[in-house]
């Protein structure tokens, strides 16, 4: 099978697996381990903030970034294909009691103009009080689209002159960095606090990291704690994120060029109608005949392939670690031949 439903898909490599077996451990929630310490002190020096904090999932250090900035009553501003709205079980709604408005956006990107716009007058009683804006970079449902860091920074401007914060759901905040060639600290500076997937494009079983000021973190370590997700001898799982860190951002760059023969063979193809434009690892496909994903589906996996359906009339696929070119060169030949 060649699995492009998701960057999620991938195995931890033998050296991966090695750099697990050898990593030192101890009792996290105590403070204790010190591969997850490692992981920590290095991923805050990365993105220039304090301190960072090891969870075991993307939806969960967003979830637990929205519950420190915000309070019940608040509301968060966001694209209404972000992550934390659409793929997190509501809980931006369930967790922190928090409503959501939704941004103009184009692939995900939404302006400073637009953060301005929506923010409540915080002396009308009958407003939520506006109080947290998410960028998602790159924007998933926007096909991988990368963010502009300028545009992001006047966000940041209309953030401080409001006083809202600014979160990054940065789960594939390596693949932008990979695109625009910005530093890590250029995001850590610009937002109070960043999510990093290891477990996307980077390869890691398991795992993410929360980013922030030293306060922050202390109480998303509350919050972790809480919510059940104090980790023990966690550092089996650290020591993959730190392997990925070492080993696997730099390629980054081969997983995008695939997503891009990708979206040339599927331009020309006569069931296509559109590609999203590919900047990442993520192509977006949306068909001819709006109500045949589930036979272009059908067919890919007949021949071994698998995608997933996208929204109405869409599919998506993704590159990733486990997809070399001649992974790519079979998927070619595959969708040439297939007549949906
Ligand atoms: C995958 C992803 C997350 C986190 O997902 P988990 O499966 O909970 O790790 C968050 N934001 C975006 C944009 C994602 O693609």
Redesign the pocket.
């Known amino acids: 099978m060649i699995d492009l439903r998701s960057d999620?898909v991938t195995r931890p490599t033998p050296a991966m697996l090695q750099a697990m077996a050898n990593a030192p451990t101890g009792d996290d929630v105590f403070g204790e381990d010190p591969t997850v310490n490692e992981l920590e002190r290095r991923m805050a020096a990365l993105f220039g903030h304090e301190a960072a904090l090891f969870c075991s999932?993307?939806?969960?250090t967003?979830q637990i970034a929205i519950n420190v900035h915000t309070r019940p009553g608040d509301e968060v501003l966001c694209d209404e294909g972000a992550?934390v709205y659409r793929y997190e079980g509501g809980g931006t709604m369930a967790n922190s009691g928090c409503s959501v408005r939704f941004l103009p956006a184009e692939r995900g990107r939404f302006t400073a103009r637009d953060v301005e716009a929506a923010i409540n007058d915080p002396g009308n009683p009958h407003l939520a009080r506006t109080r947290l804006v998410v960028i998602?970079n790159t924007a998933?449902r926007g096909g991988g689209a990368v963010w502009d860091i300028a545009e992001a920074g006047r966000v940041r401007a209309v953030c401080d002159a409001h006083g809202l914060a600014l979160h990054l759901?940065g789960?594939?905040i390596f693949n932008a960095m990979a695109v625009d060639r910005t530093a890590p600290s250029h995001w850590g500076t610009t937002f109070h606090s960043v999510s990093i997937?290891l477990?996307?494009g980077l390869g890691a079983p398991v795992g993410?990291v929360l980013t922030g000021n030293a306060a922050l973190i202390a109480q998303a370590r509350r919050v972790r704690k809480r919510w059940g997700g104090g980790m023990r001898q966690a550092g089996i799982l650290a020591a993959a994120g730190l392997h990925a860190l070492d080993h696997h951002v730099d390629r980054l760059h081969e997983d995008h060029e695939r997503a891009k023969r990708l979206e040339r063979i599927l331009f020309d193809l006569p069931w296509v109608e559109h590609v999203l434009p590919v900047e990442t690892n993520i192509v977006v496909v949306a068909l001819k005949d709006s109500g045949g994903v589930p036979r272009v589906l059908a067919a890919l996996k007949e021949r071994e392939v698998l995608a997933v359906a996208f929204g109405p009339g869409m599919l998506r696929l993704v590159t990733h670690l486990d997809t070399d070119d001649e992974a790519i060169d079979r998927v070619a030949g595959i969708l040439r031949t297939l007549h949906p």
Not at 57 to 60: C, D, H, I, K, R
């Open positions: 999620t999932s993307g939806t969960q967003n992550h998602e998933n759901d789960a594939r997937c477990s996307k993410s």
